[in-house]
């Protein structure tokens, strides 16, 4: 049965309607399609045959019978995007219509966790759940719209035993550690994750990140790392996260691997001959990259995390004292001895994006600069940014990359990609930054198609099966028979990211179709409103 290219809706019902409900071949055939494997092989033509949520045959399936066929008329077909940080799937379990901010440009598989996670939850805490199992149950009670695979956060799990104070663990409170850590990857946690500019994360010292990391290790997963530094001292960064890796025997995988501050930008090729050298000597390590080069981070970053060593509560309330604010500003200026994000931006409050004010924040600042920000609100600029500070968590997004550095990361063969961005209502949001909306696009569009960095193969590897081998996701990131049908159709000379940093809140164009574990999750670019993704415990998901 052959059907003209049309809504996979409409495509069921004329099955039916001509009495082909029964003894399918499969449940949907994709006719015609440039088959691009994930793998970095050349694409080639062909029809997929999917049965029971999986790829059941590839080739020529012109006389087969389904439940539903689609005419793909040349377009593309590739694995399902995997997202390499995706910070919290505790949006999805709120309200499964944020899975749009990821299903509409391609990912069907995220990866939640960094110094914080998901799980576990303190006895304080006003969620639900406290455990890893409690919270995968959740999930799958409530549905979720594309898959999910969680680390547990180094942080995460210091704050609950220690708290958010500056010193190192007891013997007993590193015991407890270590034991969070092992029922967090019992219950199915992938790895250990950390984030080490953000206070608590910051006052882990090495040999206890190594602790817990040989813990993770035991369990089969990896140590994954925002690494303590990503500007002038970023290949000391890169040392630390290949020790921890050494000494608890342990892969590592780097979040957005960058260097920041436009000193440090020749620091990018020595970072990538770092890990390839350490990979050559057989250490496995990777790392991923957004495609941006303006990062994105709490503004409280900007001030040394030596001073919420007492809790950021007790110092917040400092920044009312005026005096307090001029030797704040003197150490920013001045110093260098710390992940300095105002000098990165060169000093200049012009580079700095205000992305999400707090809840009860003035949204109107939103999209503006710091400097902006001042001169509406009649300030000095040093004064806008402490009393943003002050007022709560404000995400900022500063310009402190180049595009060479990207480029070098493009072509690098063990980096994959992220959103670095959990995903976002856009009924509800206000504002973000657009690799929430637009990443996995835009390297398609810009570097693929424009720029032709890299080719249309290497790209789809990339955000294919690289993570997917990452994660041990054996039967996900390419195509071939038996593998999960997780897949999308687009278009390669009209696929765009239409996100910006003025108007983040807007979906890609150019995909067709997004299928998670054989359903259409998305049909001629729009949401079905399907629930086929799963929780993907670790080791537990092959058939």
């Known amino acids: 049965m052959s059907v003209r290219s049309g809504s996979l809706r409409q495509l069921a019902f004329l099955a039916l309607a001509c009495g082909l409900g029964a003894a399918q071949d499969f449940d949907l055939i994709l006719q015609g399609g440039r088959i691009v494997d994930g793998m970095g092989n050349p694409w080639y033509r062909a029809d997929l045959g999917i049965r029971d949520g999986r790829i059941a045959a590839i080739g020529d399936l012109k006389d087969r019978a389904a439940s539903q066929i689609v005419a793909l008329r040349e377009q593309t077909v590739t694995p399902g995007f995997i997202d390499m940080m995706a910070g919290s799937s505790i949006p999805l379990y709120r309200n499964a219509a944020s899975g749009g901010s990821k299903l509409q440009q391609g990912?069907?598989?995220?990866?939640?966790?960094?110094?914080?996670?998901?799980?576990?939850?303190?006895?304080?805490?006003?969620?639900?759940?406290?455990?890893?199992?409690?919270?995968?149950?959740?999930?799958?009670?409530?549905?979720?719209?594309?898959?999910?695979?969680?680390?547990?956060?180094?942080?995460?799990?210091?704050?609950?035993?220690?708290?958010?104070?500056?010193?190192?663990?007891?013997?007993?409170?590193?015991?407890?550690?270590?034991?969070?850590?092992?029922?967090?990857?019992?219950?199915?946690?992938?790895?250990?994750?950390?984030?080490?500019?953000?206070?608590?994360?910051?006052?882990?010292?090495?040999?206890?990140?190594?602790?817990?990391?040989?813990?993770?290790?035991?369990?089969?997963?990896?140590?994954?790392?925002?690494?303590?530094?990503?500007?002038?001292?970023?290949?000391?960064?890169?040392?630390?996260?290949?020790?921890?890796?050494?000494?608890a025997n342990i892969p590592v995988h780097i979040y957005h691997l960058k260097a920041a501050g436009e000193e440090n930008w020749p620091l990018m090729q020595r970072a990538i001959d770092l890990i390839r050298q350490a990979?050559?000597?057989?250490?496995?390590?990777?790392?991923?990259?957004?495609?941006?080069?303006?990062?994105?981070?709490?503004?409280?970053?900007?001030?040394?995390?030596?001073?919420?060593?007492?809790?950021?509560?007790?110092?917040?309330?400092?920044?009312?004292?005026?005096?307090?604010?001029?030797?704040?500003?003197?150490?920013?200026?001045?110093?260098?001895?710390?992940?300095?994000?105002?000098?990165?931006?060169?000093?200049?409050?012009?580079?700095?994006?205000?992305?999400?004010?707090?809840?009860?924040?003035?949204?109107?600042?939103?999209?503006?600069?710091?400097?902006?920000?001042?001169k509406m609100s009649g300030k000095d600029q040093w004064n806008a940014f402490f009393d943003l500070v002050q007022s709560g968590e404000v995400s900022v997004n500063p310009k402190s990359m180049n595009e060479e550095q990207k480029y070098l990361a493009l072509r690098a063969e063990f980096i994959s990609f992220c959103t670095d961005s959990e995903p976002i209502d856009i009924a509800k949001a206000t504002n973000a930054h657009p690799r929430a909306f637009g990443s996995f696009p835009r390297v398609l569009a810009k570097y693929v198609r424009e720029e032709k960095i890299i080719t249309l193969e290497m790209a789809i590897r990339k955000m294919t099966s690289l993570p997917a081998n990452r994660l041990k996701l054996y039967d996900r990131g390419r195509i071939a028979p038996g593998m999960a049908a997780d897949l999308v159709i687009f278009d390669p000379n009209t696929i765009q990211d239409t996100a910006t940093f003025t108007k983040p809140l807007s979906f890609p164009t150019g995909i067709s179709y997004v299928l998670v574990n054989g359903k259409i999750a998305i049909d001629h670019g729009q949401p079905t409103g399907e629930l086929a993704g799963r929780v993907l415990r670790y080791g537990t998901h092959l058939p």
């Open 279 to 374: 990979r050559a000597d057989g250490m496995d390590v990777t790392a991923d990259i957004y495609p941006y080069i303006r990062n994105g981070l709490g503004l409280s970053s900007l001030i040394h995390p030596r001073h919420y060593a007492q809790g950021s509560e007790a110092f917040l309330k400092t920044l009312s004292d005026p005096q307090v604010r001029r030797e704040l500003r003197r150490e920013i200026e001045t110093t260098q001895d710390w992940e300095n994000w105002y000098r990165h931006v060169g000093s200049n409050w012009d580079n700095v994006l205000v992305a999400q004010m707090p809840e009860g924040g003035d949204k109107k600042f939103e999209g503006k600069s710091i400097a902006e920000i001042a």
């Open 107 to 247: 990912i069907t598989t995220m990866m939640a966790g960094e110094g914080g996670s998901d799980a576990p939850q303190g006895e304080h805490s006003k969620l639900q759940w406290r455990s890893f199992a409690q919270y995968f149950q959740l999930l799958e009670q409530h549905g979720v719209p594309l898959n999910v695979v969680h680390n547990v956060g180094a942080a995460q799990i210091r704050q609950i035993v220690i708290g958010d104070v500056d010193r190192t663990p007891t013997a007993d409170e590193m015991e407890r550690m270590k034991q969070l850590v092992g029922q967090a990857m019992i219950d199915g946690a992938a790895g250990l994750s950390t984030a080490l500019i953000y206070p608590p994360g910051t006052y882990a010292r090495t040999d206890e990140l190594v602790e817990m990391a040989k813990v993770a290790a035991k369990y089969g997963g990896f140590y994954s790392t925002h690494m303590r530094n990503e500007s002038a001292k970023v290949l000391d960064a890169i040392g630390e996260a290949l020790e921890i890796g050494r000494r």
